[in-house]
Structure formats: structure tokens, C-alpha cells
């Protein structure tokens, strides 16, 4: 009979147990990678090569110093990151009124790097000179002011992390057509912003009785104009001048952009040069003839401001491959009217649904960062998520939308995204063929 285990055995004991442990789940996961983690090994340099099961050998870049210190006075990702870019159409003129995207499915968390976030533009990026700037407001204010970017520096600042999006995220008749989460609703990224409360500077101005909107106007070359409902501009919006630590970037509105948290990206005005405070909106071409979807008994959508809760699954997803096995599904969900309450992921094309796990921080008008592990069996799938936010909306499917609003919509498109998983494990639209 053996006597009582020693701590010695125990430490043993329970490291066996580890690493066997390990060993299961790195044996079952193989299957995720397939022949690709053969093909990455045969890539391998000679001077890295081991023995089969063996460790690895000593890799070239161990045998030589590396590259100096601040060699790069302003970082840049690895030169095997090079392929994670934005998602530039290449028919469309860039210096009219286009758009580039997001690589979702190549980020992780919730935050967007600041040169991959996503990118509205209706007359191109301009180059402003900061020290030349000047944001005017004006109308129905106490004492006008015609402000330096110094004295907009000068105001009390906060930071808060917010998510923009563009309200054709994507159009109703696009869904068909894109291939990865970014050819699907890539005009949606996530940031720190830093800057002033918009409610500072109109109370510093004085707001007149009968002010009930605000038109904010840009200094790009197409003048972008949008009125903005007074309650938004003393509740949550910004002047924003940062971005993730650092300066806006031009194409983010350097030097200076107005922030509406969870109202559609077109109404986060860049490069904004005034303030005008009305009693009445100014019904612009962006929120006339743009902005605004037709109804299927002929009435218009009009000043739809909310981005609705939505969610989409970022891997595996399109144009991705798995094996069978273990795969972890994984996502972002946000809403515009506050903080996401449920995100649930169907494997069965919708026939049942289980509850994601949410990835803390869950904050108010921000991505939220969702898993779920699941064992992938090798037959054709798919998969699918759906953002329920405090308020208890829930996202709905899109034939629930289409019959609703019709086909003619354009915009606020927050529907449902399907993946398919064919039994090869390529990943495609999983949205029926028209």
C-alpha cells in the first residue's frame, strides 16, 4: 500500500495532468489549420528546422542583431502583416464621393487602429493647416465665437471610446455581392476619442430661446452639411480632436470633427469649420436627396438618426477555411441606442440559438467583442449571430426588414449576416442567391 502522496508527487502529478490536457486540445485543433500548417512549416528557413515532435531549431533572426531602436521614428505593423489593409474599391474616384473599409475579419478586440479605420468622403481629404483653422459659431447664441484650435484645446476634455458607422453598411441590395465581413459592413470601426463636450462650447456661447438645431458644416471641398437636433448636441456629442492617443488623421477630420455617439457616421461632421444654431434643420443635400430611404407607399425615411443593434461574426467568415474540430466563433456587435445586452450565435441556419460569451469592456455605443466555442462536425453549415442591446431591440433577420421597408431602401441596413460553411471548410455569403 502507498503511502500519503508528497507535495513533491502532487506538483508532479498535477503537471502530467497539464500538459496532457494540452497535448488533447493541440492534437484536436490540427484539424483547424490542415494542410496549411504543413505548408507553413515547409516555408520554415533550413536554420529552423526539428526533428518530427522534436523543438524547434534556432531561427536565423536569433543569430544577429535586430533592427536599432528607433530605427522608426513612427512605428509601422510587421512586414508579414502587409496584406491586413484597408478595403479600397478600385472603381471608384476617390476625390468625389467614395468610401474605403475595414478589414474586420483581420482585427481583433474592439478598438480600430487609427490606419484602418474606415473612411466617408464626399470631396476628397483635404490638408488643412491647423494653425489656420477656425471653427466659427454662430445664430441663435448669446455671444458668437470664432475659435483657434488652441482655444478649443483650452476647454475642459474628456475621452470616450465610440463606435461610427455609415448608415449604407451595407445598401439592401448589396448583400448578396460581398465576399468578406468587410466587403459587408466594413464602414464601421471603433475608437478612443478625445476632445471636448459640444455642450461646453454652445453654454460657453450662450443658446438662445427657440435654438432647436445645430448645422454643422465641414471645410472639405464639397461643404458637407448637417443639422443636428439640439437634445443630441447637449446630451453625448463632441468635438473630437484625437483619436486612439494621437491626432486625428486627416481622413479622420483633422483637425477637428463633431462626434454624435451612435447616430449614423454621416452626421459626425469632419473638418468642421461652423456651428450654426437654428430653430428649424437645414434640409441639405445630405439629408434630402441622400440619407433618406422610400418607403414602399411612397412616403420617405427622413432623419433616421439611430444606428440599430447588429452584430456579425468575424471568424470564420468569408473567404475564410476551417477543419473540423474546435473552432472558436467570434464576433462584434454594437447599437447605437446603448450597450449590448445579448449576442446569440445559431449554428443550424437559424433554427436554434445559444447564448456568446461578451468580452468586458461592454460600453455604451461601442463594438462589443463576442465568443463562442463550438466543435465544428464537417458537414455544411451555417452560422449566424444576433445582437439583442438594453433597450431589448433585437436584431432582425433581413426578410423582416425587406418586408417592412421594402427593397428600395438604401440605408440602416441591420440585418442578420449569415456565413455558409461548405464541407470543405470554405467560408462564403451565406445570404440566399437572388
Given at each position: 500500500m502507498s503511502g500519503p502522496e508528497s507535495d513533491e508527487d502532487r506538483v508532479r502529478n498535477t503537471t502530467?495532468?497539464?500538459?496532457?490536457?494540452?497535448?488533447?486540445?493541440?492534437?484536436?485543433g490540427t484539424a483547424l489549420v490542415g494542410g496549411g500548417l504543413v505548408?507553413?512549416?515547409?516555408?520554415?528557413?533550413?536554420?529552423?528546422?526539428?526533428p518530427a515532435g522534436g523543438p524547434p531549431g534556432v531561427p536565423p533572426w536569433m543569430t544577429t542583431p535586430g533592427a536599432e531602436t528607433g530605427a522608426q521614428p513612427y512605428g509601422t505593423p510587421s512586414p508579414f502583416e502587409k496584406t491586413v489593409v484597408k478595403n479600397i474599391p478600385k472603381t471608384l474616384k476617390q476625390y468625389t464621393s467614395a468610401s474605403v473599409r475595414t478589414?474586420?475579419?483581420?482585427?481583433?478586440?474592439?478598438?480600430?487602429?487609427?490606419?484602418?479605420?474606415?473612411?466617408?468622403?464626399?470631396?476628397?481629404?483635404?490638408?488643412?493647416?491647423?494653425?489656420?483653422?477656425?471653427?466659427m459659431i454662430h445664430g441663435l447664441v448669446e455671444r458668437p465665437l470664432v475659435l483657434t484650435m488652441d482655444d478649443v484645446r483650452r476647454f475642459p476634455s474628456v475621452s470616450q471610446i465610440h463606435f461610427i458607422e455609415c448608415s449604407g453598411n451595407p445598401d439592401f441590395k448589396a448583400i448578396r455581392a460581398g465576399r468578406t465581413a468587410s466587403d459587408l459592413v466594413g464602414?464601421?470601426?471603433c475608437a478612443e476619442w478625445t476632445g471636448v463636450?459640444?455642450?461646453?462650447?454652445?453654454?460657453?456661447?450662450?443658446?438662445?430661446?427657440?435654438?432647436?438645431w445645430v448645422i454643422a458644416e465641414g471645410a472639405d471641398a464639397a461643404a458637407l452639411t448637417r443639422s443636428l437636433p439640439i437634445g443630441k448636441c447637449l446630451d453625448d456629442a463632441l468635438l473630437v480632436y484625437s483619436q486612439n492617443g494621437e491626432r486625428l488623421r486627416p481622413q479622420q477630420g483633422y483637425p477637428l470633427r463633431v462626434l454624435l455617439p451612435g447616430y449614423e457616421g454621416n452626421m459626425s461632421v469632419k473638418w468642421l469649420r461652423r456651428l450654426n444654431v437654428t430653430d428649424a434643420p437645414a434640409y441639405s443635400r445630405e439629408e434630402t436627396a441622400k440619407y433618406t430611404d422610400l418607403m414602399p407607399d411612397g412616403t420617405a425615411r427622413q432623419f433616421t438618426f439611430t444606428m440599430e443593434a447588429k452584430s456579425?461574426?468575424?471568424r470564420p467568415s468569408g473567404t475564410q477555411r476551417i477543419g473540423p474540430g474546435f473552432n472558436e466563433i467570434t464576433g462584434i456587435a454594437w447599437s447605437g441606442r446603448g450597450t449590448i445586452a445579448r449576442v446569440e450565435v445559431s449554428v443550424d441556419d437559424g433554427r436554434s440559438w445559444q447564448a456568446a460569451q461578451l468580452q468586458a469592456p461592454v460600453?455604451?455605443?461601442?463594438?462589443?467583442?463576442?465568443?463562442?466555442?463550438?466543435?465544428?462536425?464537417?458537414?455544411?453549415?451555417?452560422?449566424q449571430s444576433r445582437a439583442t442591446d438594453e433597450t431589448g431591440y433585437v436584431q432582425p433577420l433581413f426578410s423582416e426588414l425587406a418586408g417592412a421597408r421594402g427593397l428600395n431602401s438604401f440605408y440602416h441596413n441591420n440585418a442578420v449576416i449569415p456565413w455558409r460553411i461548405a464541407e470543405s471548410g470554405e467560408v462564403s455569403n451565406g445570404y440566399p442567391k437572388a
Open positions: 502530467e495532468v497539464a500538459s496532457r490536457s494540452r497535448r488533447s486540445f493541440l492534437a484536436r505548408a507553413a512549416r515547409a516555408a520554415e528557413p533550413a536554420a529552423a528546422a526539428s478589414p474586420l475579419q483581420e482585427l481583433d478586440g474592439i478598438i480600430t487602429p487609427n490606419g484602418l479605420f474606415y473612411e466617408r468622403h464626399h470631396g476628397g481629404v483635404p490638408a488643412i493647416d491647423p494653425a489656420q483653422h477656425r471653427l464602414l464601421v470601426s463636450r459640444l455642450r461646453t462650447v454652445l453654454e460657453e456661447a450662450g443658446l438662445q430661446p427657440g435654438a432647436k456579425v461574426i468575424t460600453l455604451d455605443k461601442a463594438l462589443t467583442r463576442f465568443r463562442l466555442a463550438w466543435t465544428w462536425n464537417g458537414e455544411p453549415a451555417v452560422i
